[in-house]
């Protein structure tokens, strides 16, 4: 009698519906990043600032930033440091998903350069460690992807877009993360509160007017602490 022998099992396809809850990210992504390379050459940027910007930066709001600083006269300098700042944040967005990007060096650079608001929030979103792990990929591959598209459609259309504050564009990532967070909201009281901490340390009308640009969402980590020592009291 042939003994039965376990064969090693073919990698399962992605998760459908992972890649369908996700391609709303990637819509609104797209849309701000035609928006993004629309702006820049409308502006007078080259083509290839915003591109190049995209693929190797890869973080729209300090894009955003960096870019307004040069159009406003700013020189480079000025402009790195106002996406640095903006882009602190990502350091603990970083903490919060290292145990779902992998364990290899290169899983981790590319990770590293996928982290995003979106793809944060989208992970997080998840049950499981395994079903963390195949969101962050398909979240952060397919806005990558999405995003480089828009802009290089937006800058070779230039200023033929017209102005592009007046669709409303600005307002698809924070319609998104809204989006993103509820589940999380409405079922964890400890995320409930931590949101409310941030929230108010970041509120706009408070601290806008007198910090830089950046510096509320800084402050809005705040809420990070607080859910740390309630889940060590835990």
Do not use: K
């Amino acid at each position: 009698m042939r003994s039965l022998q376990r064969t090693p099992q073919a990698p399962r396809a992605p998760r459908r519906d992972l890649v369908r809850d996700s391609s709303l990210v990637w819509l609104a992504g797209g849309i701000v990043g035609l928006s993004f390379g629309a702006i820049s050459v409308a502006g007078g940027l080259p083509v290839w600032v915003p591109v190049v910007m995209s693929l190797v930066v890869y973080a729209g709001s300090a894009q955003f930033s960096a870019v307004g600083v040069l159009l406003a006269g700013g020189g480079p300098l000025a402009a790195a440091a106002t996406g640095l700042l903006l882009n602190v944040r990502t350091a603990a967005f970083g903490l919060a998903v290292a145990d779902v990007v992998g364990r290899g060096r290169a899983a981790r650079l590319l990770g590293a350069h996928l982290v995003t608001d979106e793809t944060v929030a989208f992970t997080l979103a998840q049950s499981g460690p395994v079903r963390r792990r195949a969101a962050f990929w398909i979240s952060g591959l397919g806005l990558f992807a999405v995003w480089n598209a828009g802009v290089l459609a937006g800058a070779l259309a230039g200023d033929a877009l017209g102005d592009t504050a007046r669709y409303g564009l600005d307002a698809a990532f924070p319609g998104v993360l809204v989006a993103l967070v509820l589940p999380a909201l409405r079922t964890d009281a400890r995320v409930r509160r931590c949101a409310l901490a941030g929230a108010g340390a970041a509120s706009a009308t408070a601290v806008t007017p007198a910090v830089p640009a950046g510096v509320p969402v800084l402050l809005a980590l705040a809420g990070l602490f607080l859910y740390g020592r309630t889940e060590a009291a835990a």
